[in-house]
C-alpha cells in the first residue's frame, strides 16, 4: 500500500512535536512585524503629512500681515473722511452709512490688490461674496468681544471710562485677526500660493 503523502510529515512531527509549533510563531513573528512596519510606515506618513501642511499653512505671514493692517488704517482715515463729509448734509446717524460703504470698499479693493496681491478680475465676484462674510464675521466677534470684556472689567471695578475703550480695543483686535484669518484662508487663499513662493507672499 502506496504511503500517504503526508505520513512521513506527520511521522515527524510526532517525534519532533515542537516543530510545527516553532514554525508556527516564526509565521505569527513575521506577520506581526510586517504589520509593524506598515504601522510605523502610516504615522511616519501622516506625521510627514501633517507637518508639511503646518509647514505650507502658516497662520500669519508677516509681510501680508503688515499689509493688511496698512489696509484697514486707511480704510479708516476713508471712513472718518466720508462720514466729516456726510455730516454736512445729514444727521450724524445717517452719516455713518456713506461712511461704513466707503470703509468697505476701500477695504475690499485695498486688501485683494494690495494685501493679498489678487490679481485675477474673474474671481472678484466671488472674492467679494467671501469678503462680505468675513467682514460680517469679524464685525459679529467686536461685538461680541468688546461687550464682553467692557462688562468684565466693570464687574472688577475698573472705571466705565477705561472699561469701554478696553472693550473697543479687544473687540478690533480680535476683529483684525479674525478677518485677516478669513481672508487668508477663505477669501483669497494665499496659504496656498505661498508654498510656491517658499511660504512668503
Not at 78 to 104: C, D, H, K, Q, Y
Not at 143 to 162: D, S, Y
Request: with cysteine.
Amino acid at each position: 500500500m502506496a504511503e500517504h503523502p503526508n505520513a512521513s510529515e506527520a511521522a515527524a512531527i510526532r517525534e519532533n512535536p515542537h516543530r510545527r509549533r516553532g514554525e508556527t510563531n516564526s509565521t505569527v513573528e513575521g506577520l506581526d512585524s510586517r504589520a509593524q512596519r506598515v504601522d510605523e510606515h502610516s504615522a511616519s506618513s501622516v506625521n510627514c503629512g501633517f507637518a508639511s501642511i503646518i509647514g505650507k499653512a502658516a497662520l500669519i505671514d508677516v509681510r501680508e500681515f503688515t499689509r493688511f493692517v496698512l489696509s484697514g488704517v486707511t480704510a479708516t482715515i476713508g471712513n472718518m473722511i466720508s462720514v466729516w463729509l456726510a455730516r454736512r448734509f445729514l444727521s450724524f446717524e445717517i452719516a455713518l452709512l456713506p461712511g461704513i460703504a466707503t470703509a468697505i470698499t476701500i477695504s475690499f479693493v485695498l486688501s485683494k490688490f494690495f494685501a493679498f496681491r489678487s490679481r485675477s478680475w474673474n474671481l472678484t465676484a466671488s472674492e467679494a461674496t467671501r469678503f462680505l462674510i468675513v467682514y460680517a464675521t469679524g464685525c459679529a466677534m467686536y461685538w461680541t468681544v468688546a461687550v464682553f470684556i467692557r462688562k468684565l472689567l466693570l464687574a472688577h471695578g475698573v472705571p466705565v471710562e477705561a472699561a469701554e475703550p478696553g472693550g473697543i480695543l479687544a473687540g478690533a483686535g480680535t476683529m483684525m485677526l479674525v478677518s485677516y484669518c478669513g481672508h487668508r484662508f477663505f477669501t483669497y487663499r494665499t496659504y496656498q500660493r505661498a508654498k510656491h513662493l517658499n511660504g512668503t507672499l
